[in-house]
């Protein structure tokens, strides 16, 4: 495995989570980042990326205002700062690295995965 993201649970709505997606085996430093999330019965879904300087990011319109991306290279770590959770956020998150940030907003333009952390919001 070379990207495991961590920091998942089960909260209610209103709370906060970060999650986090640490990178082993390889670097990831220079690589634009990006998390995914995937609802039970439904497709992979973008949710928010961000550059390999951390300069610009990037956010689905669902989570905008609310979740951020961040990113430490020298830690090759990329974090997804959750708040005001809603029931409809429940779903495994995965983080994704890919050497360009290009078509960022679908999951087939990102090469390197990790296993899933699950996040459930109940109402």
């Known amino acids: 495995v070379q990207l495991q993201a961590s920091g998942g649970g089960l909260v209610q709505a209103g709370d906060s989570l970060r999650l986090s997606c640490a990178a082993s085996?390889?670097?990831?430093?220079?690589?634009?980042k990006g998390w995914f999330r995937q609802a039970p019965g439904k497709e992979r879904e973008f949710v928010a990326a961000?550059?390999?300087?951390?300069?610009?990011?990037y956010y689905a319109d669902s989570v905008k205002g609310r979740f951020t991306i961040s990113r430490d290279n020298a830690k090759d770590a990329v974090y997804l700062e959750m708040n005001i959770l809603r029931p409809e956020d429940t779903a495994v998150y995965y983080c994704?690295?890919?050497?360009?940030?290009?078509?960022?907003?679908?999951?087939?333009?990102?090469?390197?995965w990790g296993k899933g952390t699950q996040v459930t919001v109940s109402s």
């Open positions: 994704a690295a890919n050497p360009l940030l290009r078509g960022y907003y679908s999951s087939g333009n990102w090469d390197y």
């Open positions: 085996g390889r670097t990831f430093s220079t690589y634009a």
């Open positions: 961000i550059t390999w300087s951390g300069g610009t990011t």
